[in-house]
């Protein structure tokens, strides 16, 4: 199960949103030291984004404002100085085990 | 580039059956796992079934297991879910994505622009 916090956040333009992710098992893999863990940006509309995966790598053409970060079972998402176009819904993903895993989802919006 | 089209949403009584295609293009298909994923009304992603590169493997979310099959047929780029015995909280929209790996271990990326199903008498 992957539990996010909060479930949604106002934040000011140019401010920073962080959101958690907590997994009920351990998603670091022993063999090679990584996290099995992802995360999506998702707006009304249109499918998942793809925005980080082994839990801190960002997806090509990502900006940078988008950090991940944590390992085991919490991890976060950072957005630096959100701009309007972050306006979404975002979740995280453990694919370490099956079934694959969302968290319920965080809506970020504008304050 | 990478492309993924659903096709085969629409709305349909309880009880029957449903198939959703998803044709892709821009990378050798027969080469990677795919997955699909649905996401109903006011809720989150819920993952249901992937396929192996060959179509040899399949898994299901126990939400789905003995209703829906995830096949494939790779001389025409294309993912199938046959879904039979739909129920209402079925309704969703449904996404076919593509996995990194040839057995499915990864993320989603990318994703296919989705296809409604609603199931309802």
């Known amino acids: 199960v992957m539990i996010q916090s909060p479930d949604s956040l106002a934040v000011s333009l140019g401010e920073r949103a962080t959101i958690n992710c907590k997994s009920s098992?351990?998603?670091?893999?022993?063999?090679?030291?990584?996290?099995?863990l992802a995360w999506y940006q998702h707006k009304p509309g249109q499918p998942p984004k793809l925005l980080i995966y082994?839990?801190?790598t960002r997806e090509s053409g990502v900006p940078d404002r988008f950090s991940g970060s944590g390992s085991g079972t919490d991890f976060t998402l950072t957005i630096n100085s959100l701009q309007a176009e972050d306006v979404a819904v975002y979740s995280c993903?453990?694919?370490?085990?099956?079934?694959?895993?969302f968290g319920q989802g965080t809506k970020v919006e504008i304050k | 580039q990478v492309q993924l089209v659903e096709s085969g949403g629409g709305v349909v009584q309880p009880g029957r059956s449903l198939r959703l295609s998803c044709v892709a293009s821009?990378?050798?298909?027969?080469?990677?796992?795919m997955h699909w994923v649905r996401q109903a009304p006011g809720k989150g992603l819920e993952w249901l079934a992937v396929?192996?590169?060959?179509?040899?493997?399949?898994y299901y979310a126990d939400s789905v297991k003995g209703r829906f099959t995830i096949s494939r047929d790779n001389s025409k780029n294309t993912l199938y879910l046959q879904m039979n015995s739909l129920r209402g909280e079925d309704t969703a929209v449904y996404y076919c994505?593509?996995?990194?790996?040839?057995?499915?271990?990864?993320?989603?990326?990318?994703w296919g622009q989705g296809t409604l199903v609603t199931v309802s008498s």
């Open positions: 994505a593509k996995a990194p790996t040839n057995t499915g271990t990864g993320w989603f990326d990318p």
């Open positions: 821009g990378f050798t298909f027969s080469s990677f796992a």
């Open positions: 396929i192996s590169y060959d179509g040899n493997n399949q």
């Open positions: 098992h351990s998603v670091l893999a022993s063999a090679n030291n990584k996290n099995y």
């Open positions: 082994w839990a801190s």
């Open positions: 993903q453990q694919y370490y085990i099956t079934p694959w895993t």
